[in-house]
T-cell receptor, first 114, second 109 residues
Framework: DVKVTQSSRYLVKRTGEKVFLECVQD?????MFWYRQDPGLGLRLIYF???????EKGDIPEGYSVSREKKERFSLILESASTNQTSMYLC?????????????FGPGTRLTVL | QKEVEQDPGPLSVPEGAIVSLNCTYS??????FMWYRQYSRKGPELLMY????GNKEDGRFTAQVDKSSKYISLFIRDSQPSDSATYLC?????????FGPGTRLSVLP
């Protein structure tokens, strides 16, 4: 069964802290994505990766960085958390080739920055 | 103009009603059109997809794509309380993937 897992379901951090969100997929997918989801704004792409050690900026990369050292793992890093980064963070993966219309999502991490 | 627009709702209907959810888009390059369902505190899951124009039916769900009008719809027949969720439209071409903001649906018993 297809599975994308995220390290935490709920996280509370303070302004200025460095925050790590981890995502692991077991489907051997090449592409992995990080989104944030906010009411009325939908899913907004932060970063994506199409291969190990490769990364591309999405629509809202400011204040975030990513790391992909292994194919199955994609990490999102908030270098210095701010209150406007309070959001639901969703990781997704997708195969490179056929069937590429579907993204498989993790359960999300609800991050609160105080 | 946003690339994909969707009425955010919330939409409340009685059990058994027919539900119509819609999205409009601006980029004629989109090829695959999808509907994702997201239950509270869960990630989105693919419900249905359609390639190019036309209709697709799966049980109580029907997806329609009208590329000439840049308009897609999801119909839910005989709606059930278990259909209560947020429905996100999504569309893609190549490696470009765009989601609508989602419509929150409540089906009341």
């Amino acid at each position: 069964d297809v599975k994308v897992t995220q390290s935490s379901r709920y996280l509370v951090k303070r302004t200025g802290e460095k925050v790590f969100l981890e995502c692991v997929q077991d489907m051997d997918h090449e592409n992995m994505f990080w989104y944030r989801q906010d009411p009325g704004l939908g899913l907004r792409l932060i970063y994506f990766s199409y291969d190990v050690k490769m990364k591309e900026k999405g629509d809202i990369p400011e204040g975030y960085s990513v790391s992909r050292e292994k194919k199955e793992r994609f990490s999102l890093i908030l270098e210095s958390a701010s209150t406007n980064q309070t959001s639901m963070y969703l990781c997704a993966s997708r195969p490179l080739g056929g069937g590429g219309y579907e993204q498989f999502f993790g359960p999300g991490t609800r991050l609160t920055v105080l | 103009q946003k690339e994909v627009e969707q009425d955010p709702g919330p939409l409340s209907v009685p059990e058994g009603a027919i539900v119509s959810l819609n999205c409009t888009y601006s980029n004629s390059a989109f090829q695959y059109f999808m509907w994702y369902r997201q239950y509270s505190r869960k990630g989105p899951e693919l419900l249905m997809y359609t390639y190019s124009s036309g209709n697709k039916e799966d049980g109580r769900f029907t997806a329609q794509v009208d590329k000439s009008s840049k308009y897609i719809s999801l119909f839910i027949r005989d709606s059930q309380p278990s259909d209560s969720a947020t429905y996100l439209c999504a569309m893609t071409y190549g490696q470009n993937f765009v989601f609508g903001p989602g419509t929150r649906l409540s089906v009341l018993p």
